[in-house]
């Protein structure tokens, strides 16, 4: 029977969208998540009830699934570098898990009792160079924790240059995507009363710059909820406000300075509130995905234009495994959608 609704699903997005696009369910499961992995073939999820997984792309009876606490733990973070996989929990006191790839053993790594600790994201570059961040402390400071090839080497930069929050901004748990990398640069965004973009490089990871943005802002649930570049130049942020999903004012937007400026792009145009946004691979910056809790959006031309090529609801992390595929997850599942 699910099989059969399978196939009517796929029927339905190839009449319905110009946009061909096949979808095959993965995985399955009373699951929330919202930071995927890919390695070794497989997809490396986290989420709710202190679950962390597998499911191959090729065969999705291989998967497994274990639990690394006890307590019902929510994940909403997931990184990897070359040896291990990492996650932090949302809310205080926060851990740290180590996980190693191969044997999947884990262990607590840290612990971070700080009371407003909520850790929304959680990346490592190829360099195994790795950032976590989470939402200011009472004084308005940031708690972002830098990593440099493993976790025992911890670098708490919590120093006066670090851009100062202004009362009511944060950053939004969504997808663990409000970072971004690319070669040494950094970016990370923040939402509430002010959406903006922090950068720092990696060559002086204690300097960090601070930019506004022309992106919907000014109450809790607003903001910028996912960001990518493609290279050091240009950049996309999405979001929008997560109270009301179907208004789509300054909710998304572009840079071609590397993030001091930002353009506006398809206000009142495009499909609503969106939590994750990627770059399609080998497409030299041109076609773009952004996934949102109502539906699933696609531009060609560097953002300024969107499309909805698929109405399914609940999804909110994606990622690409190749130019024509791409992975997401949300509320109980994970797809894999192939573009044709």
Not at 90 to 107: C, D, E, G, M, Q
Not at 125 to 147: C, L
Not at 252 to 259: E, L, P, R, S, Y
Request: proline share 3%; aromatic share 14%.
């Amino acid at each position: 029977m699910k099989k059969y609704f399978a196939l009517l699903f796929i029927l339905f997005l190839k009449l319905t969208f110009a946009q061909k696009v096949e979808v095959q369910i993965l995985f399955q499961d009373k699951i929330s998540i919202r930071a995927l992995q890919i390695w070794d073939g497989k997809v490396w999820y986290t989420g709710t009830d202190s679950k962390f997984g597998y499911v191959s792309l090729k065969d999705s009876a291989d998967k497994k699934q274990i639990k690394l606490s006890d307590e019902k733990l929510e994940f909403r973070t997931l990184a990897q570098n070359s040896k291990y996989f990492y996650t932090i929990n949302i809310l205080s006191p926060a851990f740290l898990f180590t996980i190693n790839k191969k044997s999947l053993n884990f262990s607590v790594q840290k612990t971070d009792t700080t009371k407003t600790a909520f850790f929304d994201a959680f990346i490592f570059d190829k360099f195994d160079r790795g950032i976590a961040i989470s939402d200011p402390n009472k004084s308005g400071s940031a708690n972002p924790r830098i990593f440099f090839k493993s976790v025992s080497n911890l670098n708490e930069i919590v120093r006066p240059n670090f851009p100062k929050y202004f009362p009511g901004e944060a950053h939004f748990a969504a997808s663990n995507t409000n970072i971004a990398m690319n070669g040494n640069k950094v970016w990370i965004a923040t939402g509430g009363t002010h959406a903006r973009i922090f950068k720092f490089s990696w060559n002086n990871p204690f300097k960090w710059e601070a930019f506004e943005t022309p992106f919907i802002q000014g109450t809790a649930s607003t903001g910028i909820y996912s960001i990518d570049f493609f290279d050091k130049k240009f950049g996309i942020a999405v979001g929008g406000d997560y109270i009301k999903q179907a208004e789509n004012i300054n909710n998304i937007a572009t840079t071609n300075d590397g993030g001091k400026t930002w353009q506006i792009q398809a206000s009142g145009k495009n499909g609503g509130y969106k939590t994750c946004v990627k770059f399609r691979p080998k497409s030299k910056g041109k076609d773009i995905i952004a996934v949102g809790d109502q539906n699933i959006e696609f531009s060609s031309d560097y953002g300024k234009t969107w499309k909805t090529i698929s109405e399914e609801k609940g999804l909110y992390v994606c990622e690409w495994i190749d130019k024509n595929t791409v992975v997401l997850a949300g509320k109980n599942r994970i797809v894999k959608m192939i573009l044709k």
